[in-house]
């Protein structure tokens, strides 16, 4: 059979195209890249596993278990700036150093900055829970603290948040003693000697002192906002000048509900009962403003001074004309 020139073309055509696409890259590939994360990418932070530890280096650190010193010394030492420590829902126990005055949970022996410790319970530590008045602009959270000489002792400019601190043992010690500029907010202090002490400039929140020896002392020009103080020993909230006083609770304390030392306070939208001191008591100094408040059933009186300048008159709050009024 013979086949036209234009068949016999197309059949060439056919067949080095066929060639071409049988052929391809017979050289093999390389090896595939590992595709496993090491240790450090999984977990970049360093373990604690044991006490004493020091943490020497910036970086982020993380217990591993619950933790119970076995020698005399401090459990966690701050050794270094810009640490973050996660306690991760465990215990540092100072076990030995309950009774060692100079045992601490987590201390810096020199001064510190951008500190972060979190998440975990510190108990049984005889000098303190945490006792860093070195450390400044630094934050602690989520700490649940027992049984310790003393709670918290910090330096300025630092945040305590949503702590809970429980029978501190030494005398004349605090739940949470703090210098100047903090923030204390979302707090809980019970059965401590003094609940919460700060120095000048800071800032008390939403925290609550109930049967301490007293709740709450602070120096000049601070704000105590919206914190329940209740059934402690002695006083309740006590300020010296320039701070603002609002809206706090203070019943059933064993001396007078709030006591302003000093001159330039205002106390507004307070409530206070049933205290065995004085309910509302502000120094003789000019400039105190104390309106809005409701005081009654405080055995050392509710008012002291119960009227002057500044002081809004004393009325009943279902005839009360002032705005101001307190009741």
Known sequence: MKLSAITLLALGLFLTL?????QGNLTPASFPAPSMKTLDQIEPRTPISSLPFSAS?????????????AVVQSGIIIGADNVTIDLNGFTVDGGFNKTNIFGFGITSGSSRTNI???NGM???????????LTIYNSRFENLRLSENGVGMYLGSANQVLGCSITGTTAANTKGISVVDGCLIKDCILTTNVFGIVTGNGCTIMNCTARANASGIQTGFRNIVKGCSVTENTGIGISVGGECLIVDNICNRNGGTAIAATSTNNRLDGNQVRNNTGIGIQTSAGAGNVVIRNSSSANSGGNYSPASGVGIAPIQDPSTATNPFANF
């Open 18 to 22: 066929d060639r071409s696409l049988a």
């Open 116 to 118: 972060y410790v979190y």
């Open 57 to 69: 280096t910036s970086g982020s650190y993380y217990v591993t278990t619950n933790l119970i010193s």
């Open 122 to 132: 510190i108990r049984n530590w005889g000098g303190g829970g945490v006792y860093a």
